[in-house]
C-alpha cells in the first residue's frame, strides 16, 4: 500500500475537495486513501463534500466466491455507462491482506474500465484491524459519490457482519448464486432472506439453474405468509456471455421505484446519517478518553491482572472512576 | 427466543453464579441468555466468574456452508469426551434470525450429547444488531468456562468479519474445505491464509480431495518465503465416517504445544483482554453520552439536516460542544 501523506494546509484540502468535484481520479484515489489510513483530514474532507453526497443509487453485489460477482459487476457498469451514467465500484474483501484485494483474474476482468473516465473502480479490504471496514466502504462511496457518480456498485463476498453492513447501506443489494449453490441454499437461507432485494442465479448455462430458481422460490412463498411488501424477483444471467442483464436491470429500477414511491429511500438515507453521527461520537469520545496516562494504566495493569484478581469489568470501571476524579 | 428476567438481587447473582461454576447445565444457559438480552446484571456476573476464566482451550471452526462443520464438531467433540475433557460448542451464525440459528440437521447431529453433562451447546445468532456478535460468543464461552469446560468450539459460517474476530479469539482454527472447493480455494486465499492454523478437507473420499491439499500446500509453500513459524498441517478426514479425527486432533495439540512453548498462549490472553477493556469502555462512554436530551436533539437534527446542510460530522461536533458546556 502507497502511504499517503497527510494533507495539513487548509487550502490543500480545499484544492483536493475542488478537484474530487471536478471528478478527478487521481483526487479520489487520494481521498479514499486518507479514508484508508484514517487520516484525520479524511473527516475534513467528508464534512466538506456532504452536500454533494447521497444523491448516487447505491447497489450491493454479494454472494460466495466464484459465483461471478465481478464478471456481473462488469456487465452491468457497461449497460449503465450506455445509458450515459457514472459508475463507482468498491470491492470489499475483509479477508484479504492485499489493499487492491481483487484476485488477479478480477483485476484484467475490469481492465476495460481502465480508459474509461466515466468509470472508478477501488479495492478496500482490512487487514489486521478488525472492524470499520463497512464504515469506510461506505465513505469511499459518499467520495465517489462527489466526484459524480451515479450509480455505486459495492462488490462484498459472502454473507458475514461486514456483508450485512455494506446491505444496510446499498438501496439495493443483489444475491448472487449459482446452479451448483443448491447444497448452500438451504443453510444460508435466513441471511440470504434478511438482505436480498433481488436474486440473481448466475452461470445459469449450467445444470441445476432451474432447481436453484425454484428452491429460491419455494423459501420466497414461504415468507410471504408473514406478508413482506417487496418480494424478492429471481433473474437467470450469464454474466460473461452477457445475458440476462437487461432483465435484472429492469428488476433493480423497479426495486428503486418501489422504495421511492414508499419513501423508503429517504428512510434509509436518515437512518444511515443517524448511524453515522453515532459512530463519530463513538470514535470522539473514545479518542478523547484514551490519553497517554490512561494507556500507560491500562498496560500497567494487565500486567498485575494476575495477582489482582481483577476482571477486564472491574479495569474498565476503574479507569472511568479516574475520569470522573480527574 | 425466551426472554430473561434480569436477576436485581444481588443474592440471585450470587446463586446464579454459585450454580453456573457447579457446572449447572440450566444457570449456564440462564447467564448466556442474559448475555444475548445484554442485560446489565450479566456484566457483573462475568465480573464475579472472571477468576475461573480463561483456563479453557478455545478451538475454531470454519469454513463454507455445508463443508460438515458440526459434522465435524460432533466428531472431535466424541474424542475430547473419551478423554474425559468436558466440551463447550458455541455455533455462531450471524446472519441466522433464529435464535438457536443451527438448521435443523446439525440440531439432530448434535441431539447426541443431550444426555451427556460433560458438552453444552449454545448457537448464537445476531437478528438486527450489527456488531457485538463476537462479543457475545466471547463472553458466552468465559461463562462455559467457568462452569468447568476444558475445550471451547467455536463453530462459524464463513471467513468474514464476524469470523475474522471469532479467529482472533480462538487458540487454535480450523479452516474446513471440501474438495469441491477447489475453485473457491484461489478467491479465499488470502482471507484463509490468514486465520488457519490448521487445514481440514473434510468428505475427502470425494473426488479432488487430493487435488484441494496440493493447491493448498502450495499457497503455504508461496507463504513460507515469508518465514512464518507455523506452517498449518493440512488433514484429510471424513468426519461422519469418524476417519482422520485423531491425526486432526494430534495437529491441534501440536499448535497448543507450539502457542505454549512460545508464550503465545499467554500473549493472546492479555491481547484478549485488552481488547476487551477497550470494548468496556467504549460502551459504559457511549452509554453515557447518549442522555435523551441528546437523543432528542439528534432526532431534530436529522429532520433539519437537509435545509441545514450540516454533515454527521458537522453534527457529532455539535452534540460534542454541548457537552464540554455543560
Known amino acids: 500500500m502507497v502511504k499517503t501523506k497527510s494533507p495539513n494546509a487548509k487550502d490543500e484540502l480545499e484544492q483536493l475537495a475542488r478537484r474530487i468535484k471536478e471528478g478527478d481520479r487521481r483526487a479520489v484515489g487520494r481521498a479514499i486513501s486518507l479514508i484508508e489510513d484514517e487520516v484525520p483530514a479524511a473527516e475534513t474532507l467528508l464534512d466538506v463534500l456532504f452536500p454533494l453526497m447521497g444523491k448516487a443509487y447505491r ?19 457497461r449497460s449503465f455507462r450506455r445509458q450515459g451514467k457514472k459508475v463507482g465500484i468498491i470491492a470489499v474483501d475483509p479477508t484479504s491482506p492485499f489493499t487492491g484485494g481483487a484476485v488477479l483474474g478480477d483485476r484484467v476482468r475490469m481492465a476495460e474500465f481502465n480508459t474509461d473516465p466515466g468509470v472508478f473502480i477501488r479495492s478496500m479490504a482490512s487487514r489486521g484491524s478488525m472492524g470499520g471496514l463497512a464504515r469506510k466502504a461506505e465513505e469511499a462511496a459518499e467520495i465517489l459519490a462527489a466526484a459524480g457518480a451515479d450509480i455505486i456498485i459495492f462488490e462484498t463476498v459472502g454473507v458475514g457482519q461486514t456483508e450485512l453492513e455494506i446491505a444496510d ?27 436480498a432485494d433481488v436474486f440473481v442465479v448466475n452461470k445459469a448455462d449450467r445444470e441445476g439453474a ?14 410471504d405468509g408473514t406478508k413482506q411488501d417487496w418480494t424478492p424477483p429471481i433473474v437467470q444471467t450469464v454474466a460473461n456471455q452477457n445475458k440476462g442483464i437487461d432483465a435484472l436491470l429492469e428488476k433493480i429500477e423497479a426495486h428503486h421505484q418501489f422504495l421511492e414511491q414508499r ?64
Open 210 to 223: 432451474d432447481r436453484v430458481q425454484l428452491d429460491l422460490a419455494m423459501m420466497l412463498q414461504l415468507r
Open 263 to 326: 419513501g423508503k429511500l429517504e428512510q434509509r438515507r436518515r437512518r444511515r446519517l443517524q448511524r453515522k453521527t453515532r459512530e463519530i461520537v463513538a470514535q470522539k469520545l473514545a479518542e478523547a478518553f484514551w490519553t497517554p496516562e490512561r494507556e500507560a494504566a491500562l498496560a500497567e495493569a494487565l500486567q498485575r491482572i494476575d495477582e489482582e484478581h481483577v476482571s477486564p469489568y472491574g479495569l474498565a470501571q476503574r479507569l472511568l472512576e479516574k475520569k470522573k476524579k480527574a
Open 59 to 77: 447497489i450491493g453485489i454479494t454472494g460466495p466466491p466464484g459465483a461471478g460477482k465481478s464478471t456481473l459487476t462488469a456487465a452491468l457498469t
Open 169 to 195: 447501506t446499498a438501496d439495493t443489494t443483489l444475491v448472487v448464486l449459482v446452479p451448483e449453490s443448491g447444497d448452500s441454499i438451504q443453510a444460508m437461507k435466513a441471511g440470504l432472506m434478511e438482505i
